[in-house]
C-alpha cells in the first residue's frame, strides 16, 4: 500500500523575546489610553516639558516594562505551583483570547469609571473600586497565587507613584492619600490581572499541525 499521511500536533509556544515585547507594547499602548482618560478629566497634572505622545516620556515605557515584568511572573508562578500539586483539578483552566480581551475591557472600564463617574468622595471611589478588582480577579484569575502578586505589585506601584509626586514628576488633584489618590492602588491591583492574563494567555503552548509520513504494509 501507498504511504499514507498521518496529522500530528506539535504544541509550540511564543519565545520569551517575543512575549516580552508584545507585553511592552500592550503596557505601553494601554497607557496613553488611561492617562488620557485621566488627563482629560483633570486628574493628574504633568510639567509642560518631557512629554511623549501627549503623556509624560517616562510612563509609557514604565508601564511597558511593568507589563513585560507582570506578564512573566504570572505563567512562571503558573507553572511552579502546578509541579508542587498532583490533582488536575488545581491546574488553571485554558483563557481564550476573548476572555483576555474581555479582562483588558474590564481594567479600562475600571478606569473610566474612575474618571468619568460623579463620584460623592474618595472614599466611594475606593471601596468600589476595591470591589471592581476583586471581581476582575474572581472572573479571570482566582489563583492565590495571582491575587498575591497583583497586591504586591499594587503597594510596590504605589509606592513608586509615591515617590515620583514627592519628586515633581507629575502630581494628583484632590489628593487623599499621601499626594496621591486612595483608589491608586485598586488601579494597579486591576492592571496586574490584565498583564497577568495576556502573560499567560501569551506563555500557553499553541497547536501546530505537523504531517508526518508513515508507511503501513499489509499484513
Partial sequence: MPPQTTHTHYPTTLSAPARALILFVIGFVISIIIDHLQKEHNITRYPASATLFDSASWLPISWGFSAMLVGTVYPALDSYFLKQKSSPQSRPSRQEWSSVLRCCGGFIGVNYATSKLPWTSSIQVSITLAFLAIGLWFLFDRTLH??????????????????????????????????VRSWLPCILHSSSICFGSIGRQLAHPLDTDGCVDTDKKNS
Fill in 146 to 179: 495571582g491575587f498575591i502578586v497583583s497586591a504586591v505589585f499594587a503597594i510596590i506601584g504605589t509606592m513608586v507613584v509615591f515617590f515620583l509626586v514627592s519628586r515633581g514628576f507629575y502630581s494628583f488633584t484632590k489628593a487623599d492619600f499621601f499626594g
